[in-house]
């Protein structure tokens, strides 16, 4: 058995991996930190696993982490960069669900999160825990920084067009929402049910923590220079991120072409679903699930154009599923043990 | 391996229990049976079964049904007691989700369903699948009829203190709210997402279909006479049964004592969990769960009467999660084998 | 026209005020405060109002609150009971949607509210603004003290069985749910779409501060004691509030007789709809609307019991739109004047 | 009083004219119809309604439809054309809320809609129903086609640009979601609560009839070819329509520039709001308001490129809204008389 501890475990990203951890059969949960909460059942906060954890949430001082074999850090941005080089000196593997390994330019990662880095040593050596991107590097890695939830959709709706050069990569439009469990479980009066629900809004146009991430893992598969208008919104459901994608082809590709490719690059996959042409994915289709479905469309009169959808669940395959996915590959266990489940319906 | 068939898989309750069984280790799925989408992979209708499960739908008579250890029957009412005596005859044993075998009048059953019963011999061989309450019974039954979504709920609430006597049967009130899942798949304006959302309104006052089956289980552990004013509510959500229930009591008992009684009847039942006095149970702490979680009160000020809370899934505890456990009874395996997954935050 | 003030115009209850206030022909919003957001626009809080409203909000000393002709109170409670004393000397009339002199008792009101009362003599004076009871009275009231969202669905739904001694008034069950404007515009964990939707649960079954409320309003029109049980929930959605009431029927009455007491009782009332015997009032038909729609069942097999609908929309019949009605009954206005608007659907 | 008549008066626009009418100063509705519900009343339909109007449903060929002064068509596509001949020779003004004289050209309709039109000879005298852009043909029009949801909002949103020539024409996207009423009030699978909620998806990507319609309205603005990718999505709410609309700018200009040319295209216009710089507008800030805000971004990054954010409540501004105000307009009544409410919170 893996012992697996939890560095933040009172937020959504924490509880779907408690959630997800207590069905996978090669891992025990030793640990599950929070300042906050320090000393109360982690029952107490999330009935739903009365009768399936008994732990209390510690200290973060006090919870034994350098005696698990693999510590999860569902925290804000900006803690685990602190606590992750004296596990990693301790020989305990890390999966880190925040932002702080996902950039590796420690400069574009103060700029956009408003503070320095506080080990810039370790982003080079940070794997980025997409596995249809990095499968090879997960193997071994020490330390993966999971990629952020819009990323994970962008992105695998991207790469297939980008990689091998089959659109203009100056002129991708990515126009994504989010379910609003992405926004996290903070006391806030714009998270209120009141202020969400019954509408939908726009934000982050002026620049969201997420495009300098997703320009870069996609300049990093591109020959030519990436350019990208990626504007998020809010939509009042709690899990579910979609991503609208449009590309200008570069050159004269059909729709049978462009699917072929989407097939090609994600045969074998087995969190990648691309639906035959003209589907149109829901995100309840991976609801609970770690699976990303895409479809790919020509729009109606403009051959010259791409859209693809991409479809995640913010809280697996854009967080939690993603991190056991990567947990899996690192103790060379089968990549989806404990990701089995199909979406739920409704 | 169980091999098991399923008529009637388009609906909720049928790809309920299609994703349950997905991660049941003992069963296969052989079969899976809908008049008006033969030939359709199932997958296609429900999408987040693609990569689950391969099969298409087949009408009910090719299906080879009578090949099958078990089959579910996940219709609407008054079609499963077509089939069933066939099937018995062919050594297939049967759990019915539907409300064909849970009243063991037939004239009862003829008056609240509206036409006469099909195999009204039937009737007293079916074991009321509510392992709480009939759990010895259910490891030997050939045709399990799974007990309504409210009754699940309801009786598991008034359970504790209507068997004790601790409470005058005659004065119970249940005001209990569905999710829109209970209501089915079938086309109409009434549950039009348009009609549903922002709203709440009490359906069935005059008589829902639940009403005497909850009497008659309460009646059959009662000493006195039951009477029970029922009054169901549709409320804006997918999922989920929260029943408030009202009782006067029988002698001066405390909160103490109440909690007791509850304790003491649901020691060691994997499937209900007695929360500590004065908690609030939430819908969502049980959302794709098998449990029943349930909670005491008494109202300030009036010592004479106690409040039970009590809520399940209706798609699981409710339907599908309980045919399973019925199934797991029926077949000698662990009651909870494929259904440990907790509850899904949020 | 009428120089209207506003104290507390941020949370939900002002921002309906102000919807309502903006289409009424006879008033002129003069003043609109909040300590917090002195000097921004109201518009930029509550950008509905773009083009509507000039005004910013202002600190309530520098308001100009003394010369208007009527001060609402849309704040949390223990905040009007302040300021209050003041205005009435400077013979500004004042409208109160919050709680502070909704009780007679000072006593009573501390030990719900957890302070003492600032102005206990103004208890007697202050006129309990349920047009329904206290009409007469409402004309030459200088302090209204609109009453709380739950007591107004209850008490109309109980008020013709108990004043004229049609039930048992010891036997009072009230199960009501709200939708999540009740709670307000404040930043809460609890109260996070992430938390509410896709659930259902009750709160406040150990004490809630409408309790004491709606027990002295009933015991007030009653000859006998009033007991009541009453249980909250909360609803996902945004306004709205649904009772389920019962009581043990005094006599003989049929379903007839008990219409005929409500209409009755409500004949002429502009904000009172009796529907017809076995309606199902759904609180979407009063959303946006000042009317309380109430609609009286006898329960199947249980002829000594009589089930009561009551809806509101809480931000309207339940606090802004009532006090606009006790307004413009102080002011000898129409009693409907800028009321008029049919619910909204969907 | 101008004497109205409703052509199908059952579904989400024709409730929400009657809802808008009711409060019109200078309106009665004589006449609702419906084939369906003649002989019933209105308001037994339509609950909210009760005490506003004693109307029943009756049948279009018995309503005295000929004795109006204006007639609005609240139906399905394909109906309004073989009765508004009849009406228009009667000399009675049409309002038509439908699809079927918004295009000019009617081998394209046919083509779309999937059958002839019946009075192609009218398309040409119909005045499209946009005031921003038809205000004075409005005045003394016969018959006005009012525009679809999706081009209100986004003719609206592009139309500065398009009609100044800075933004290439042939660059244009529009992501774009609706809420449910969009889609009207009919039984169907697809609508129910339980298939809608909690998700969110594309739809129409292969040709949505909204497409040809605003092309056609903007290449009658522009001097260049117009080539739009105008992709449809389905949000979990009832009212609103959010458009996120892309453009590549023709030529050097900056934000202030754009800001500049939508405040000099809409300054005085009464129904469309454009916000500061960086605003986000929310669809909710409409919402049962005849108003459309608009904001417009330039991308980080991406200075070649604009963002334009538009929303509407769809049956609004979108709808019934929009018919009145050009009810209004036709005949000599201030443009936003009877559709002055502000935008509902929450």
Known sequence: MIRA???GGTGYTGAELLRLLMAHPEVEVVAVTSRQE???PVSELHPGLRGYLELEYREPADAGLEQC????????????????????DARVRVVDLSADFRLRDAELWARWYGEAHACPELLEEAVYGLPELNREALHDAQLVACPGCYPTAIVLGFLPLVEAGLVDPATLVADAVTGVSGAG???????????VSESFRAYGVAGHRHLPEISAVLQGVSAAEVGLVFVPHLVPMNRGIHATLHARLDGSLDLADLQAAFERRYQGEPCVDVMPPGSLPETRSVRGSNMCRVAVHQPPGQPQQVVVLSVIDNLVKGASGQAVQNMNLMFGLDETLGLVSPGMLP
Do not use: C, N, Q, Y
């Open 69 to 88: 074999d693999v510590v999860f850090f569902a925290t804000p941005h900006a803690a685990a960069m602190h606590a992750v080089p004296a596990l990693l």
């Open 185 to 195: 479980r903070k006391a806030s009066v714009a998270m209120l049910h009141g202020e």
């Open 5 to 7: 501890g939890i560095v």
């Open 38 to 40: 320090a000393g109360r």
